[in-house]
C-alpha cells in the first residue's frame, strides 16, 4: 500500500516562491507516474504537473514556464518548485501516484 505525505505549503506574497514535496511509502516509487493536483475553493480539482516514470513532464497552461516537477526515486520524493506566485494558484495542492494514490494535501495560500 503506498500512502502520500505533502508538505511545504503555507503562506506566500504574490511573486514569491515556494517548494511542495512528496514523500512516497511502500512499494517501488520509480516506477509511477506522479502528478500535482489542485482545487481552489469553489472549483474541480485540476492537474497541475505531471511527471512519468522516464521524467517526462507537463504542465497546465497557467502555470508553465512558473512551476517545475521533478523527483527523487532513491528518495521516492516528488517535488513541486513554484515560483512566480499569483493569487489565483491559491489552493490545496495534492499529490498522486497515478492509479494508485492521493495524499492529503497542503494549503497553499498567494496574498499580501
Known amino acids: 500500500q503506498v500512502q502520500l505525505v505533502e508538505s511545504g505549503g503555507g503562506l506566500v506574497q504574490p511573486g514569491g516562491s515556494l517548494r511542495l514535496s512528496c514523500a512516497a511509502s511502500?512499494?517501488?516509487?520509480?516506477?509511477?507516474?506522479m502528478g500535482w493536483y489542485r482545487q481552489a475553493p469553489g472549483k474541480q480539482r485540476e492537474l497541475v504537473a505531471r511527471?512519468?516514470?522516464?521524467?517526462?513532464?507537463n504542465y497546465a497552461d497557467s502555470v508553465k514556464g512558473r512551476f517545475t516537477i521533478s523527483r527523487d526515486n532513491p528518495k521516492r520524493t516528488v517535488y513541486l518548485q513554484m515560483n512566480s506566485l499569483k493569487p489565483e494558484d491559491t489552493a490545496v495542492y495534492y499529490c498522486?501516484?497515478?492509479?494508485?494514490?492521493w495524499g492529503k494535501g497542503t494549503q497553499v495560500t498567494v496574498s499580501s
Open positions: 511502500g512499494s517501488i516509487f520509480s516506477i509511477y507516474n
Open positions: 498522486n501516484a497515478e492509479g494508485i494514490a
Open positions: 511527471i512519468t516514470s522516464g521524467l517526462k513532464t
